[in-house]
């Protein structure tokens, strides 16, 4: 059925590749890798970040740690019972720490699931004053978003936003469950002309650890630089307590 819905580009695409096998990565290779994927892009680092201005593809932000579904190994962790949101005080603080050192051509609002939180149209606001030239980008499974009727209006006066609907599974009873999601996403973009672009996120599913909860366990093949490689994580730098 068309929607009218904006496909992906091939640009979205490219940070979200899935990968044949991961394990989970050592704290230094993290860190290495990710100064590496950022100084392509021209950031520069000494003993700190670089105090000028520096563009990056892409930084996010969660608003909320839990999430309505649990995907089994969930590459957020949100199925491990996570909970709790983040204050627009919070947030205000630790974009601004950042929004006269780096550019992010995209920044996204996500989760856990931020349509979650109560304050999320108020977040997309935040975002913009913050970073004015960011292209700004909700992921979301759409499930709560009856909750934000002020959300398409103010996407509506942003042309640079788009709403990513995550759609986590392609069973019948998931598309029958998701269709007043569709439906709702559909007179938004009907009366709003807002974007959204549709990601069946279960065709890139990755088994990330082994496990759940308290037995949830690292694959040990002690090859931490391979699965540096072929993580696509390393293209989703995140913005967390003021860090990154």
């Known amino acids: ?19 044949k096998k991961t394990q989970f990565l050592t704290v230094r290779s993290i860190y290495v890798g ?23 593809p892409h930084l996010e932000i969660h608003l909320a740690h839990a999430c309505n579904l649990a995907c089994e190994s969930c590459s957020h962790y949100s199925n491990q ?25 995209t920044f996204s609002l996500l989760g856990g699931e931020p349509s979650i939180h109560p304050d999320l149209p108020e977040f997309v606001l935040l975002a913009r004053r913050v970073w004015p030239s960011a292209h700004l ?20 006066r ?23 999601v569709m439906e709702l996403l559909k007179s938004w973009v009907r009366n709003y002309r807002i974007r959204v672009n549709i990601y069946l996120s279960f065709k890139h599913w990755t088994r990330v650890y082994r496990g759940s909860g308290n037995i949830m366990e690292p694959f040990k093949n002690g090859q931490p630089r ?13 913005l967390f307590e003021g860090k990154i």
Request: hydrophobic letters at 35%; one cysteine or more; aromatic letters at 12%.
């Open 226 to 238: 391979q699965s540096w490689e072929h993580c696509p994580a390393k293209y989703c730098p995140q």
């Open 34 to 56: 990710l100064v590496n994927v950022l100084s392509r892009y021209g950031c520069r680092f000494g003993h700190g970040w670089s105090k000028s201005m520096n563009s990056i």
């Open 81 to 105: 019972g996570h909970k709790g949101i983040l204050s627009l005080a919070e947030a205000e603080h630790s974009m601004k720490l950042w929004n006269r050192r780096l550019i992010p051509h």
């Open 158 to 180: 942003d042309p640079n936003t788009s709403i990513y609907l995550s759609i986590h599974h392609d069973g019948p009873e998931y598309a029958e469950k998701l269709r007043p």
């Open 1 to 19: 059925m068309d929607y009218g819905f904006y496909p992906l580009s091939l640009r979205e695409r490219g940070g979200v590749r899935a990968f």
């Open 137 to 156: 980008r909700l992921v979301t499974n759409g499930f709560f978003l009856h909750r934000h009727p002020a959300l398409p209006a103010i996407l509506q």
